[in-house]
Structure formats: structure tokens, C-alpha cells
């Protein structure tokens, strides 16, 4: 089990310092598209959308890096008042009630729209670029089902803090 946990910690950290690199090429972007636009009077038709796909790449796969370092925004006005065993439970409780049950409906929404988007050959419509759907949505999925991965690594380790009283290695 401590192998499966680690494997999927390390899935997140190497995929956390990957999309780093996306920021960079977002910073980019959007700096190219502001000189050709302010500086030469030549806007490009396709930095909305490169810029759109990789701020989606960054949230999304991002995702697990941060729920790996518990940096998700959480409502703690009661939370951080209970003592760890108490906090362990809610996180349980709330896992099994709500985190789950979304990630399980955003990833099957996330396949079936990857699915749909490479057999129809769908593409985006936000400019006049028309680049195709199939890859952002994969990314969309891949993203989800590392995020529920990640989820299941917590998970284990809740569970093995309430049931041992002590954290999971």
C-alpha cells in the first residue's frame, strides 16, 4: 500500500513540475501577443486560444499537485479548532460525501466529452483559429483522473491516521 501511495505522490510531483513549465509558455504568450498588438498594430488570431488551453492546463493539472500539498482553498473557521482526530474524520466524511462522488461525474463527463471530441474531430470555436478540442480535453480528463488518484492517496492516508493514531509515512 505505502508503494501504491508514493507512486501517486510522485505521479503528482513530477506532473506539478511539468505544468510549471506551462506557466512559463503562458507568460509567454501573452507577452508576444501585447508587443505584436501595442507595438506593431498586429494582433495574432490564435494566442486567445493558445492562452485559454494552457490556463486550462495549469488548473487542471495542477490540481493534484496542490491536493497533494493541501493548498486548496478550505473553509476552516471551525475546522482548525478540532483536534487531528476530529479534522481526520470530517476530512473522511467529506471525502466519501462529496469529494468522490464530483470527481467521479466531472472524469466520466470528462471521457465521454474526450470520446465525443476525437470521433467527431471537434474543434474550438473561440476564434477563427479553429484548433482542435480532442487534446485540451484529454488534458481535461487526465487532469480529473490524477486529481481522484491523489484524492484516493489521502484518502489512505486519513484513514491509516484514524485507525493507527499516527501519520501515514
Given at each position: 500500500m505505502r508503494t501504491?501511495?508514493?507512486l501517486i505522490d510522485s505521479i503528482s510531483e513530477y506532473t506539478g513540475k511539468?505544468?510549471?513549465?506551462?506557466?512559463?509558455?503562458?507568460?509567454?504568450?501573452?507577452?508576444?501577443?501585447?508587443?505584436?498588438?501595442?507595438a506593431f498594430s498586429a494582433p495574432t488570431i490564435w494566442s486567445y486560444e493558445l492562452s485559454s488551453m494552457l490556463g486550462v492546463t495549469i488548473v487542471i493539472l495542477g490540481a493534484a499537485y496542490t491536493h497533494r500539498h493541501h493548498?486548496?482553498?478550505?473553509?476552516?473557521?471551525f475546522y482548525t479548532r478540532f483536534p487531528p482526530k476530529w479534522k481526520t474524520i470530517i476530512d473522511i466524511v467529506f471525502a466519501l460525501l462529496l469529494f468522490f462522488p464530483l470527481l467521479i461525474t466531472l472524469t466520466y463527463a470528462a471521457a465521454s466529452g474526450m470520446r465525443h471530441s476525437?470521433?467527431?474531430?471537434?474543434?474550438?470555436i473561440g476564434t477563427i483559429w479553429y484548433p482542435p478540442a480532442g487534446p485540451i480535453r484529454t488534458v481535461m480528463f487526465l487532469g480529473l483522473f490524477l486529481l481522484a488518484l491523489q484524492g484516493v492517496a489521502q484518502f489512505i492516508r486519513d484513514l491509516y491516521l484514524l485507525i493507527r493514531?499516527?501519520?501515514y509515512d
Open positions: 501504491i501511495v508514493r511539468v505544468v510549471r513549465w506551462a506557466c512559463v509558455a503562458l507568460v509567454g504568450v501573452l507577452v508576444y501577443e501585447v508587443i505584436m498588438r501595442y493548498g486548496h482553498v478550505r473553509v476552516d473557521v476525437w470521433a467527431a474531430g471537434e474543434v474550438l493514531n499516527k501519520p
